[in-house]
């Protein structure tokens, strides 16, 4: 089941992690959303999981989102158990926060989101990551990418500040192979 909602001037997201067949979600537009929790997933009992099917997730034009908070109800680690797809576009004030366990996501984009910080847990099962911001005259931009060795390769164009970054590339194994991307 697919379901694309938009344009809603609601200031929260139904309980859609009850939907048990949902496979791709689409939310765009909603204006007066400032936070996503635990409305957004539902009422799930322990024997539930909260978007225990959901492979796809994307959400657009969300301008007064400012945060994701984790699912406290049940164990976060239980909900978005076949997400492979996150992606998030025009959310100017979003900072941070992820649901920090995605066993299954394999694609990572976050695009217009110039206050968001990103901080993944290892290891990662991300094969694909872009992140774009175009609000200035310098965009930045990060991809990760599968390598036929099966390892990983990280991609860095046009960023202003490497600092974090640099000091999660200096532990051991955080990527197989590192390669400079041709010029």
Known sequence: MDLRLSECHCSFLPPLGQLAYLKRLLIKAFDKVES????FYGNCTSTSIAFKSLESLTFERMPQWCEWIPNVAE??????????VLCISEGPKLKKS????????????????SQFVLSLRRPTTINKMSLKDSSNDHPRMVKLETLTS????????SCYSLD???KEMEQPGYFHHMREPKR
């Open 36 to 39: 996503v929790g635990c409305e």
């Open 75 to 84: 164990s976060e680690e239980k909900a978005f158990p076949r997400l492979q």
């Open 98 to 113: 992820l649901p920090s366990h995605l066993p299954s996501l394999k694609e990572l984009t976050i695009t217009k989101c």
């Open 150 to 157: 099966g390892g990983h390769s990280l991609i860095v164009q």
């Open 164 to 166: 974090s970054l640099l």
